[in-house]
T-cell receptor, first 109, second 113 residues
């Protein structure tokens, strides 16, 4: 059973469009992280959300942690080709980080 | 250069052979991790280490051996490689355990024939 479910698995949209990807769990997490991974590289941390209901913005990226701390979303405004990559959410379980399977995002120019 | 490096970047080996993947970090981070990344499974933790000479199993440790004699190095050995161990392997480090930022290496793509 996957503890962190990410959706959609794949998303291909045109440059300039908005999109939202999701990370859901039936378990409560003390905090969640979002990483972005580009082809041929390791994941890089984008943000950590720690408070239920918290919203964090990173330029065109908006991250939200659900009130119940079971889910998170990533919204990208006016997507650009540079946003292309694999987006992974991660949560703390027994002092180890576990990862979702990711959303593979492709922005078409 | 500071950071976390992995070698080799690509490796092809045959079933039954021993293979060692190297990982080196220059931050003096206490924690180091080995993950494998496979389509349909995402990133799965193989082993981790809290400090030199302290290692522990992750989610998928079978068929792998690790050691950590120095803080900066964390090699991963496949004692007798199997085709199911074909994967991309990532090493990571962090200052502390838990939901702290992990810094990942560039990965090693291993193919077992």
């Amino acid at each position: 059973t996957q503890l962190l479910e990410q959706s959609p698995q794949f998303l291909s949209i045109q440059e300039g469009e908005n999109l939202t990807v999701y990370c859901n769990s039936s378990s409560v997490f003390s905090s969640l992280q979002w990483y972005r991974q580009e082809p041929g590289e390791g994941p890089v941390l984008l943000v950590t959300v720690v408070t239920g209901g918290e919203v964090k913005k990173l330029k065109r990226l908006t991250f939200q942690f659900g009130d119940a701390r079971k889910d998170s979303s990533l919204h990208i405004t006016a997507a650009q080709p540079g946003d292309t990559g694999l987006y992974l959410c991660a949560g703390d379980r027994d002092d180890k980080i576990i990862f979702g399977k990711g959303t593979r995002l492709h922005i078409l120019p | 250069d500071a950071g976390i490096t992995q070698s080799p970047r690509y490796k092809i080996t045959e079933t039954g052979r021993q293979v060692t993947l190297m990982c080196h970090q220059t931050w003096s981070h206490s924690y180091m991790f080995w993950y494998r990344q496979d389509l349909g499974h995402g990133l799965r933790l193989i082993y981790y280490s809290a400090a030199a000479d302290i290692t522990d199993k992750g989610e998928v440790p079978d068929g792998y051996v690790v050691s950590r004699s120095k803080t900066e190095n964390f090699p991963l050995t496949l004692e007798s490689a199997t085709r199911s161990q074909t994967s991309v392997y990532f090493c990571a480090s962090s200052e502390t355990q838990g939901i702290n930022e992990q810094f990942f290496g560039p990965g090693t793509r291993l193919t077992v024939l």
